[in-house]
């Protein structure tokens, strides 16, 4: 497994102010023709009225400005959107495992007790990926598992925990996938066991073990209880894996973050009762790195979400995450 956590660190460091940099109105600004001499000359009086229209100029400027700044944020913010979804491991769940596959077109084959699904194509492909679909569209599938036509998504996309995400990160998100190339890939049946390949029994399973929640409160910056919350339980997902669940697959929520036995085998207990003998750079190193303490490194799927998301989180965000697990109530191991 190739863990290339470092490079990741960068990048997250890079994101702040990249995403400073994509908040700057400027570039909502026309662009103002340089000056060419050859092509035209102003005549005085003309020089003589442009430098008084440049008079008010500061605050038609700051006008401008205003303006952009709302703009951007009405619109979304594209590199705050691929924060997001590496912070929620989209693109490792929608792109195919193969050499040279084109990230976020789908194919990815997700093994599950129930048989294996296959992650679709989100690029803007307008036959094949999102190209057709509003915002809303987008918005209703991430966080209420609702498809276009009214029937529902199976929980293997992980809507039962994305349905805390805030409508802006939703907008964001969508402002990131509309900018990536459409690549026409066309979607894969899912291979699963009767009767779980029912689609209308989903309505059954939701209405057993979903509902969709408002949006966690998400405080954008600090490494607060709050944000690792928001982090934990809306975007990373953590709980799809480290909660158990019953036989029908609902998660068990008297055992949230408490691991346990799956099909796969077992899942650590991210609460305080194990994480204890972890120390908060222990913890991070290993959210970062993939390497254990002792030197192990982190197994697969764990490994595959240190790689595409929690190593590319800014420290911050990965106190936060260690900030919030150690505020949960300790709750037993299972062996
Ligand atoms: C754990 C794997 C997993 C992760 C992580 C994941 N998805 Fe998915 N996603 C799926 C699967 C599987 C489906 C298909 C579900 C179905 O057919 O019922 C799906 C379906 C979708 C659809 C509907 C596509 C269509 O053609 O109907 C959208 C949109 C989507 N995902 C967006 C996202 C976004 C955005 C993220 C990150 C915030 C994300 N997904 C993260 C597995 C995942
Ligand atoms: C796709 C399933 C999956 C998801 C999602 C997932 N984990 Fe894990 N995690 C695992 C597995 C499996 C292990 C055990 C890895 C091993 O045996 O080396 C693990 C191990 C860990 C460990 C080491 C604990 C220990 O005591 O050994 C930590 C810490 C951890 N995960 C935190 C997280 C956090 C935080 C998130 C969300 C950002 C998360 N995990 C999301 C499957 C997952």
Same mark, same amino acid.
């Given at each position: ?111 599950? =007790?129930?048989?294996? +699904?296959? %992650?679709?194509?989100? #690029?803007?492909? &307008? $036959? ?5 679909? /509003? ?22 996309? =992980?809507?039962?925990? +994305?349905? %805390?995400?805030?409508? #802006?990160?939703? &907008? $964001? ?5 509309? /900018? ?43 490494? /607060? ?111």
């Amino acid at each position: 497994m190739n863990i290339s956590t470092r490079p990741g660190y960068q990048s997250a460091k890079i994101v702040a102010p990249a995403a400073a940099a994509a908040r700057q109105p400027s570039r909502a600004l026309p662009s103002q023709p340089g000056p060419n001499p050859k092509a035209y000359r102003l005549p005085r009086w003309r020089l003589g009225a442009l430098c008084t229209w440049s008079r008010p100029a500061p605050f038609v400027v700051a006008i401008l400005l205003a303006l952009g700044f709302a703009s951007v944020h009405a619109q979304g913010n594209r590199v705050a959107g691929e924060y997001i979804a590496k912070a929620a491991g989209c693109m490792g769940c929608h792109t195919d495992t193969k050499a040279g596959s084109v990230p976020f077109a789908g194919g990815r084959a997700l093994e599950t =007790p129930f048989g294996v +699904f296959y %992650g679709p194509n989100i #690029t803007p492909h &307008r $036959d094949t990926g999102l190209g057709a679909w /509003s915002e809303e569209e987008v918005r209703r599938a991430v966080r209420r598992g609702e498809r276009r036509d009214g029937s529902h998504y199976f929980p293997a996309f =992980p809507y039962p925990s +994305f349905t %805390g995400m805030s409508d #802006t990160d939703v &907008r $964001d998100l969508w402002v990131y996938l509309r /900018s990536l190339p459409a690549t026409n890939r066309a979607n894969q049946e899912h291979a699963l066991r009767f009767p779980f390949s029912w689609r209308p029994l989903v309505a059954v399973w939701k209405w057993l073990f979903f509902t969709a929640a408002p949006a966690l409160s998400n405080a954008p910056t600090g490494a /607060s209880v709050a944000r690792g919350s928001y982090l934990v339980r809306a975007l990373g997902h953590c709980g799809e894996c480290h909660t158990p669940r019953n036989f029908l697959g609902g998660p068990k929520s008297d055992r949230l973050l408490a691991g346990g036995k799956v099909p796969e085998g077992k899942v650590p207990n991210l609460t305080p009762t194990r994480l204890k003998k972890w120390t908060d750079a222990g913890l991070k190193e290993y959210l970062l790195t993939g390497l254990t303490p002792g030197g192990d490194i982190a197994g697969e799927p764990m490994g595959e979400v240190i790689t595409n998301s929690t190593s590319r989180l800014t420290p911050d965000d990965l106190s936060a995450i260690v900030v919030y697990l150690r505020s949960l109530p300790p709750l037993p191991s299972q062996e």
